[in-house]
């Protein structure tokens, strides 16, 4: 089941929830600093030992001071006008994330709107691909959370997640 709100995610009290990390893993601004913030200095410590992560990769870590048991720092791509492949790693960026979800046994995960931030990606076009790979995912996770940051970023996933119902027919 997919649940749209407006939240924090870092106070999410779920398995896991997804970091818009950038290459080096070592934090950053908007949810990234907040999770790095929540989860505490060793979140970092750990990340370390990762040696960073691809764009439209998945790393898992431990939750630490955070609610959530574990962190899966995702990376998601810069906007740069749509014609440098951002649709397809900005997918892979959601659909690596629920595969590592899958084989750490986790069956309750929050995401925010990845790239749609410091990154640009435009929030319409984001929440299609955000919502098109959790509909794909959707019956292998107990619950799946959109944690948007704003009641603007609420309106446009209801808004797309009512297309994709009327398109099921
Ligand atoms: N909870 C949920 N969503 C949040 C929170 C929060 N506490 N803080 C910010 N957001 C939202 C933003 O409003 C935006 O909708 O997360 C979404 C992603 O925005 P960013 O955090 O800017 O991430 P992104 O656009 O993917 O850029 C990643 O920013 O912080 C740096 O280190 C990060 O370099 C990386 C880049």
């Known amino acids: 089941m997919i649940k749209i709100l407006k939240a924090d995610i870092t106070t999410l009290q779920v398995d896991a929830i997804v970091n818009a990390a950038n290459n080096s893993l070592l934090g950053g601004g908007g949810v990234d600093g907040a999770i790095h913030r929540a989860a505490g200095p060793q979140l970092r410590q750990y990340n370390q030992t990762l040696g960073g992560c691809p764009t439209g990769e998945a790393r898992i870590s431990p939750g630490f001071e955070l609610p959530a048991r574990y962190v899966i720092s995702t990376v998601g791509p ?92």
């Open 78 to 169: 810069v906007w740069h006008g749509g014609n440098q492949g951002e649709a397809g790693l900005l997918e892979n960026a959601y659909r690596n994330s629920f595969r590592i979800a899958q084989d750490n046994g986790i069956e309750t995960i929050a995401f925010p709107a990845i790239s749609t931030g410091v990154y640009a990606y435009p929030k319409e076009q984001a929440a299609r691909i955000a919502l098109g790979a959790m509909k794909d995912f959707e019956n292998k996770f107990e619950q799946i959370i959109v944690a948007c940051h704003s009641e603007g970023d609420v309106e446009i996933y209801r808004k797309i997640s009512k297309e994709f119902e009327r398109a099921k027919g």
